[in-house]
């Protein structure tokens, strides 16, 4: 078992919520997550779950989830997308936060189904715990085979802001709600520790294994679902937005989501695109 990685997690997750001992967790099948629920059970605090889901989707995740939060009588909360896109979220994550990118606008746009349930002063994520493993399709094209390009990855991954999710939600978690999103795995110790881990000590014989090596014990008891970006797979969050192409706001007649978007923020200084549109 890899204790100084461990000890490493574990001094941040105290340190996150020291002042709190009701806790809320955005839950999803993956290994983050749950590292997150297993840690706080040591620490012997009071955990709600939260996971979101598209309306009457019973995806994977959801189910994983939702039977693992059972396993260790864990309160689960489940919190339900509509089917259709809200456009007034959709101009708010483009035009206050000012999100361009299709990923980030699709992953910030399930957190404003969340988060009004949340009863907890904070909210833990695993936000950008996947910057240590190099395990998204461009990172394992480019830098799987180089510790050094891995490390460079790493370093901008935790260092540029566009890169990661964790200030919008924060800014959107406490400017709406009052609520503060923190995420364990941001931590300049953790990063230091993974700077000499090349890409197969960290993801071999299974991907995230390093994480997995933390709580051995509790992994064997539940399933996880394989990695995958939030909005994609079964969860059925990114087809929400396809209908998008076909509404006025696409001016532009654009064929990718991606390309609206840009038009979106792009022409919203114009005064050519309207809530109602």
């Not at 996150?16 to 059970?41: E, R």
């Not at 039977?67 to 896109?85: L, Q, R």
Request: proline share 3%; with cysteine.
């Amino acid at each position: 078992m890899n204790y100084n990685l461990k000890n490493i997690f574990m001094d941040k997750l105290e340190k996150c919520t020291k002042n709190y001992n009701n806790i809320a967790v955005a839950i999803s099948s993956g290994i983050d997550s749950h590292c997150i629920l297993f840690g706080l059970l040591e620490l012997n605090k009071k955990i709600t779950a939260y996971n979101f889901r598209v309306k009457n989707n019973n995806s994977q995740d959801y189910i994983y989830a939702k039977e693992n939060c059972k396993s260790f009588n864990i309160k689960f909360v489940d919190c339900k997308i509509p089917t259709k896109v809200n456009k007034e979220i959709l101009f708010d994550i483009i035009y206050k936060y000012k999100r361009i990118k299709k990923t980030d606008i699709e992953c910030i746009y399930p957190f404003y189904y969340l988060l009004p349930n949340v009863k907890e002063k904070i909210l833990l994520t695993g936000v950008c715990a996947d910057g240590y493993f190099g395990i998204s399709k461009k990172a394992m094209i480019h830098y799987k085979g180089s510790l050094n390009k891995l490390n460079k990855f790493r370093k901008d991954y935790f260092s540029n802001t566009d890169f990661n999710l964790d200030k919008p939600l924060s800014y959107i978690a406490e400017d709406k709600y009052q609520i503060k999103i923190k995420s364990p795995f941001i931590d300049s110790k953790m990063l230091e520790y993974f700077l000499d881990k090349d890409w197969d000590s960290c993801n071999k014989p299974k991907q995230k294994q390093l994480f997995l090596d933390m709580f051995p014990d509790e992994f064997k008891k539940i399933k996880i679902f394989k990695h995958t970006n939030l909005q994609c797979g079964d969860s059925k969050i990114r087809e929400l937005f396809m209908p998008l192409l076909n509404e006025k706001i696409n001016i532009k007649k654009r064929i990718r989501v991606m390309d609206l978007y840009r038009d979106l923020y792009n022409n919203y200084f114009n005064n050519q695109i309207s809530i109602g549109g």
